[in-house]
């Protein structure tokens, strides 16, 4: 993407959180359109850093509200639960909130296993969670939830930087490899997170 054309959304996100009432758009709730913008805002202002880059971007329904959706996503906890096989393991030492860290151990279809520790950095219930990854990847994920017919509209963006020389070097290769495999780990989350969510509204109406 050229910067003329990542320039545009950001302006647009920009006019819609310096002026909430006059800046936003007529189609969608000023809600959804606000949370779109804090999301774009974020990002863009990570800027891009140097070595091998790799972003992604995966969208789709829940049927399921967005607190029960959220709970799941923004507590690492959970995700050995239903977040499988991928999630091997995933520790911290309190519920999620700003700051908190969390570690991770978990793999994709490619034959090696990586642990990571994140750190949240975005969290606006029910709409966004957003952290920063170090270790065997460093990268920075948001989760981003508006409503949707029946549920709850899942975006993910995953930005992670491949730091090592060789994997630098190696990149134009390896990038449709990665590719594959982010998206066979985020069709697992797409088959575990709705009936989870939907367990959680179960047992809280149970209670």
Not at 3 to 17: D, M, T
Not at 32 to 38: E, G, N, P
Request: glycine share 8%; hydrophobic share 45%; with cysteine.
């Amino acid at each position: 993407m050229c910067a003329k054309s990542a320039s545009k959304p950001l302006a647009a996100a920009r006019l819609i959180l310096d002026f909430p009432q006059e800046g936003h758009a007529a189609q969608s709730p000023v809600a959804v359109q606000r949370a779109f913008a804090r999301a774009a805002a974020w990002l863009a202002g990570r800027g891009r850093e140097g070595g091998g880059e790799y972003l992604f971007a995966d969208e789709w329904d829940v049927a399921a509200p967005a607190e029960a959706v959220f709970d799941l996503l923004a507590d690492a906890r959970t995700y050995p639960s239903w977040w499988r096989p991928v999630y091997l393991e995933a520790e911290s030492d309190g519920p999620p909130e700003p700051g908190r860290e969390s570690r991770q151990h978990f793999k994709g279809r490619l034959p090696y296993h990586l642990r990571t520790r994140s750190t949240i950095t975005v969290f606006e219930p029910p709409r966004l969670i957003g952290a920063d990854v170090v270790g065997d990847l460093r990268g920075r994920g948001l989760w981003t939830l508006t409503p949707a017919a029946g549920g709850t509209h899942v975006r993910f963006d995953w930005q992670v930087f491949a730091d090592k020389p060789l994997l630098r070097g190696l990149t134009p290769v390896l990038r449709p490899l990665f590719r594959w495999n982010h998206a066979w780990a985020i069709a697992r989350a797409q088959a575990g997170l709705e009936p989870a969510a939907r367990r959680q509204v179960e047992l809280a109406e149970q209670t």
